[in-house]
C-alpha cells in the first residue's frame, strides 16, 4: 500500500531543511576560514613589509656613514639635495633622512638630511646659566639636571634630589653621574612633556596640522602657525673623543710647546717663505679658541680655512671641578642655543644666524665670525671674546634620523642614530621612536598612497 502523498512532502521537506542548514553551516565554516586566512595573509604581509622597513633603516644608515666619510669639507654637515634625502629604494622599501631648517619648516613636508649633534647645549657640561636661557626652561628644572648629573645628595637651588624622587611611585634615586641620553630628562622632577617636546610631538621640526590646532589634538599649541620645539631639539649628550679630535684625527694642538708639527704644516700647506711670514705661538702664547689663534697668527681667512680642520685648542690645568667644556658649532647652530652662551644673546645671536644665512660660509670655519657688519666692533670684540672658547666651526658629531616603509607604504620603522666619524666612523647610540608616530608629514602619507599602485 502506497504512503501518503503529505508524508512523502513533510520528509523531503525536512531533508530540504537539513541540507540548506548543512549547506549554510559549511558556508559560514569557509567564510571564517576564509576571512582568517586573509587576516592571516594581511599579518604577513605587514610583518615582511616591517622586516624591509628594518633593513632600509640599516641601509639608510650605512649610506649616510658612506656619505660622511667622503664629503669634500672635513667637518662640515653635507647638504643632502633630492633625491639623495629620500625617498631612496631598497628593493620595494623606501627610506627617507628627516633633518632640520634653519628657516621656517615646511607644512607639507619636514626638511630632509643629516642633522648636526655638535649644534647642540651638552646636557653635561652647560652652566645652569646657559641651560636656564633655553627656550622652556624653568629654573626647576634646570636645577635638576645639575642635581641630577653632580655627584652628591645635596640640592641646588629648586633642585632635586633622591629625597624628592623617593616619593614617587616607583620610587627611584637621583642618577648622580653624567646623563648618558636626553631622553632621561623624563625622569626629572619638573620635567613635564610639553617643555621637553614643544608643540613638536612627533619629533620631526614639522608643525603637523595637529600641532597646530591649539588644545584640540595633542601635543597643545597656540595655534600661531609657528613650530616652538621643546628641549629635547637643544640638547644633547654627546661629545667627541676631545675637543677637536685629538692625535686620533691627527690634529695639532695650537696650545702645544711643540713648535715642530705646526710648522710644517704651515710649509707644506702654504710654502716655507709664506709660513715665515705667519706668527707661531711660543710657550707664553695660550689660546682659549681657535678664533683667537687666527687672529694671532696673521693668516688670512682663506688660508685659515685650508688648515682649520686640523687644529684644536687643548686646555691645560683644567678644574677637575667643572666639566670640560663642550665646542658648539657656530655654522650650524640655531639662534636658541648660540643665545645660552656666555657673551651672546638673543640679539646677537640672531645677528650671528641672519649674517650667516645670507653670506653663506660654505665651509666649516668660524673666521666670519669677524666680519660680522650688524654689530658694531666693540660689542662683536668682547661677545667673541666670552664665547669663542665654547665656539667651533667644525664638527664630528652626527645625528642621523630615518624613517622607511616597505612594499605598498606599509611597515613603517623609524630609528635615530648618532654617529662620531673619524678615521673610521662609530655608532654612538640608537633610539627607536615607534611611539612617537608618522613624521613624514601629510604629503608624504597621501603619495604613498598613489605609489601603491607601481609597487
Not at 634646570?142 to 645635596?154: F, K, L, M, T, V
Not at 681667512?301 to 687643548?314: D, K, S
Not at 665656539?391 to 652626527?398: A, R
Request: aromatic residues 8%; charged residues 25%; hydrophobic residues 40%.
Amino acid at each position: 500500500m502506497m504512503k501518503p502523498l503529505a508524508s512523502n512532502s513533510r520528509r523531503n521537506g525536512s531533508v530540504l531543511v537539513i541540507v540548506m542548514w548543512t549547506a549554510l553551516g559549511l558556508a559560514a565554516v569557509a567564510l571564517t576560514f576564509g576571512h582568517t586566512a586573509r587576516l592571516d595573509f594581511q599579518a604577513a604581509e605587514n610583518r615582511t613589509a616591517g622586516l624591509q622597513a628594518e633593513l632600509a633603516v640599516e641601509s639608510g644608515l650605512r649610506y649616510a656613514i658612506y656619505l660622511l666619510e667622503n664629503q669634500e669639507t672635513p667637518g662640515a654637515v653635507p647638504d643632502l639635495p633630492p633625491p639623495q634625502a629620500g625617498p631612496l629604494p631598497v628593493g620595494p622599501a623606501r627610506f627617507w633622512f628627516i633633518g632640520r631648517s634653519q628657516t621656517q619648516p615646511s607644512f607639507e613636508y619636514p626638511y630632509f638630511g643629516i642633522q648636526d649633534e655638535a649644534a647642540k647645549l651638552d646636557l653635561n657640561t652647560a652652566t645652569r646659566e646657559m641651560l636656564e636661557a633655553l627656550p622652556l626652561m624653568t629654573a626647576q628644572l634646570a636645577g635638576a639636571i645639575i642635581d641630577w648629573r653632580d655627584e652628591d645628595e645635596e640640592p641646588v637651588e629648586f633642585g632635586a634630589e633622591s629625597t624628592v624622587y623617593l616619593q614617587g611611585d616607583p620610587p627611584y634615586r637621583a642618577k648622580n653621574a653624567p646623563f648618558d641620553s636626553i631622553e632621561e630628562l623624563s625622569l626629572l622632577f619638573g620635567a613635564e612633556p610639553h617643555l621637553l617636546l614643544g608643540e613638536d610631538g612627533n619629533r620631526n621640526g614639522m608643525l603637523d596640522p595637529n600641532e597646530n590646532d591649539g588644545d584640540l589634538n595633542w601635543p597643545p599649541d597656540n595655534q600661531d602657525g609657528i613650530l616652538d620645539p621643546g628641549i629635547l631639539e637643544y640638547v644633547t649628550v654627546h661629545r667627541p673623543v676631545s675637543p677637536a679630535g685629538g692625535e686620533e684625527f691627527d690634529r695639532i694642538d695650537v696650545n702645544d710647546n711643540d713648535e715642530d708639527p705646526l710648522e710644517e704644516l704651515l710649509a707644506e700647506t702654504f710654502g716655507e717663505e709664506r709660513a715665515d711670514e705667519l706668527r707661531i705661538p711660543n710657550n707664553n702664547d695660550n689660546f682659549d679658541s681657535l678664533l683667537e689663534f687666527y687672529e694671532f697668527s696673521r693668516m688670512t681667512a682663506e688660508e685659515f680655512v685650508q688648515i682649520e680642520h686640523r687644529l684644536y685648542v687643548g686646555v691645560e690645568d683644567e678644574d677637575e671641578d667643572e666639566p670640560a667644556t663642550t665646542r658648539i658649532n657656530v655654522n650650524t647652530a640655531s639662534e636658541a642655543v648660540l643665545a645660552c652662551l656666555p657673551g651672546f644673546d638673543p640679539k646677537i645671536a640672531a645677528a650671528v644666524v641672519a649674517y650667516r644665512q645670507n653670506n653663506e660660509p660654505g665651509t666649516a670655519t668660524i673666521t666670519w665670525l669677524s666680519d660680522i657688519d650688524s654689530i658694531d666692533d666693540e660689542t662683536l670684540e668682547e661677545a667673541l671674546e666670552e664665547a669663542a672658547p665654547y665656539l667651533t666651526g667644525t664638527t664630528s658629531l652626527y645625528r642621523i634620523d630615518l624613517a622607511a616603509v616597505g612594499r605598498h607604504g606599509k611597515g613603517y620603522r623609524r630609528a635615530q642614530f648618532v654617529v662620531e666619524t673619524g678615521e673610521t666612523a662609530t655608532i654612538l647610540s640608537r633610539l627607536d621612536l615607534p611611539q612617537a608616530g608618522w613624521a613624514l608629514g601629510e604629503a608624504t602619507r597621501l603619495e604613498l598612497a598613489t605609489w601603491q599602485r607601481d609597487w
